[in-house]
């Protein structure tokens, strides 16, 4: 396990397609901004901690899925989020974004800015517009750090950091312990249980404004659910199912709110 793991972090160095802002400055999210919060030391740690931990928890679905090998699709994935992280992303991280090789109809957000869909979820799509909704979902789960509250995760004086240190370096038994607990139960979100109802409702919201803001129609989002839908229950939406609301829900929500999002959401 060990090895598969380093082996990941290899691939998000080297090969994983990356967009968004420069992380590592203290930078105000927009979120922030707008509550007139104030860029503290502690803030920084927490950043870090929930950049670390991302990229650890990203490593781990790695050692579970292969990347892609498509380098043409996963660049084209790769410019679509650039372009709406550019309208909506948090300031104060790198966005990275991947494909990978599942028949899954799914796509997962990890904290700190690493975005994984699978060729499942992308064989589904009609268009341009489908593909942005489903990635302004995702970004949607890190800027409002959905997974990054439901663990707790911060900086807590650099305890945090020191032990996903300590498990990069092998440095501390007891460390690596408890962050394979958090990591674990970091999968089990994404794969297993998913988060609240209400995190995926809100996500869904802001991934439908963050598509006006870019051009496209929201219609698409909901469009692309539905097709979902129509499909049926089956294995490749297995996991969507257990961790996500059921999809009538979430698409009679999205069309109810089309009408008050301008005229794209008419098209």
Do not use: W
């Amino acid at each position: 396990m060990k090895q598969h793991v380093a082996a990941a972090f290899f691939v998000l160095t080297a090969l994983l397609p990356v967009a968004g802002a420069q992380s590592g400055a203290p930078a105000l999210s927009r979120a922030r901004a707008h509550q007139g919060v104030i860029s503290t030391e502690e803030d920084h740690g927490d950043l870090t901690a929930e950049i670390r931990f991302g990229r650890a928890l990203a490593a781990r679905i790695l050692g579970q899925y292969k990347l892609s090998a498509d380098d043409k699709t996963g660049g084209y994935v790769s410019r679509v989020g650039a372009g709406l992280v550019a309208m909506s992303g948090r300031p104060e991280i790198r966005f990275h974004f991947g494909v990978i090789e599942s028949n899954e109809i799914n796509a997962y957000a990890c904290p700190g800015g690493y975005v994984f869909i699978t060729k499942g979820a992308l064989s589904l799509m009609s268009g341009e517009a489908q593909l942005a909704g489903v990635i302004s979902h995702e970004i949607a789960h890190i800027n409002r750090k959905h997974v990054v509250r439901a663990l707790k995760i911060h900086g807590g004086g650099g305890s945090f950091a020191s032990g996903i240190a300590a498990m990069i370096g092998g440095t501390s038994d007891s460390s690596r312990v408890i962050l394979g607990s958090l990591m674990d139960r970091g999968m089990d979100l994404l794969f297993k249980d998913g988060l609240s109802i209400a995190d995926e409702f809100d996500s869904d919201a802001d991934a439908q404004e963050n598509m006006v803001a870019a051009g496209y129609s929201p219609a698409e989002y909901r469009r692309y659910l539905q097709k979902i839908s129509d499909a049926g229950p089956g294995k490749t939406t297995s996991i969507l199912s257990k961790t996500h609301p059921p999809l009538a829900g979430r698409i009679e929500r999205l069309k109810q709110r089309e009408g008050r999002l301008g005229e794209n959401a008419r098209n």
